[in-house]
């Protein structure tokens, strides 16, 4: 170690070596980045300025919309850069922001939609004292609870970093700098930062989605109870869009996390990471535009005549 010199910087290699295919994945991947902001930033807007839609459901959504812009916009511009730039590299510190950021996000993400599961469990179990529980200051406090978890998973994750140190290969065989590809390099134990990794994950992820799951069992026992068949679906309609975004995210994030990294199953790694960290930022607004009537509504009536202008 004495005789080794510590890299200041990576280099990320990226989806493909093909100078071709990169400006085809350029462009798609622009495509890609250009909807999530879009349509995360109209559903921000539409909520903002809708009165119908004024309501804590509608609260939580904006939140997490403006979450995916932040989750997406840490990894997907540097990603673009290095595939038109000659110069595929990020420096140590760089490396390490965009893992902190990474991280934030994507805690906050999964602690929003344990709000939006527990905000569905109180309408459709407790509906009487729905005004009551979820009043703004409770949700105000759910979203900055969110944001809170996710800066001290972030931090977590961090400080372990400082005394990582890369030697020899620099290179990571990937889009962005993931925390398991970096460990990878490491020519310094990295014990701690794995346990660190291991134990964050059980507490944090599977500690929100526990309280998902929870809410969920209570609100399928309730939907299930409820005699009319209209009523049955109705109350499914306003859960399912949510779990449909729920089973994206965790399903991937926990397969890419929590299994032993291999160089054999980079191109998958790649893949899976592509699904929770690009394609799922971009999908929650459509989703929940598609499968929520008020949201067409709303986007109609602001679009359609020219509000968004005023």
Known sequence: MENQTVLPEFILLGLSSDSHLQIFLFLV?????????????????????????????????????FVDICYSSVTVPKMLENMVGVNKTISREGCITQIFFFFQAACAEVFILSAMAYDRYVA????????????????????????????LYAVVNVIPLAH????????????????????????????????????????????????????????????????????RKKAFSTCSS????????????????????????????????????ILTPMLNPIIYSLKNKDIKMALGKMFGKGQFLK
């Open 124 to 151: 459709i179990c407790d509906p009487l004292h729905y005004t009551t529980t979820m009043t703004k200051n409770i949700c105000r406090q759910l979203v900055g609870g969110a944001w809170a978890m996710g800066f």
């Open 242 to 277: 949510h779990l449909i975004v729920v089973g994206l995210f965790y399903i991937a994030a926990f397969f890419r996390y929590m299994k032993p990294s291999s160089p054999s199953h980079m191109d998958l790694d790649k893949v899976v990471s592509i699904q929770y960290s």
């Open 164 to 231: 990582l140190d890369v030697c020899q290969n620099n290179t990571i065989n990937h889009y962005s700098c993931e925390l398991p590809s970096v460990l990878a390099l490491s020519c310094t134990p990295t014990l701690i930062n794995h346990i660190v990794l291991l134990i964050s994950v059980l507490i944090f992820g599977f500690g929100s989605f526990f309280l998902t799951l929870v809410s969920y069992i209570y609100i399928i026992s309730t939907i299930l109870k409820i005699s009319s068949a209209e009523g």
């Open 29 to 65: 991947f622009l495509i890609i980045y250009s909807v999530t902001l879009l349509g995360n930033g109209a559903i921000v807007l539409v909520i903002r300025v809708e009165a119908t839609l004024q309501t804590p459901m509608f609260f939580f959504l904006s939140h997490l919309a």
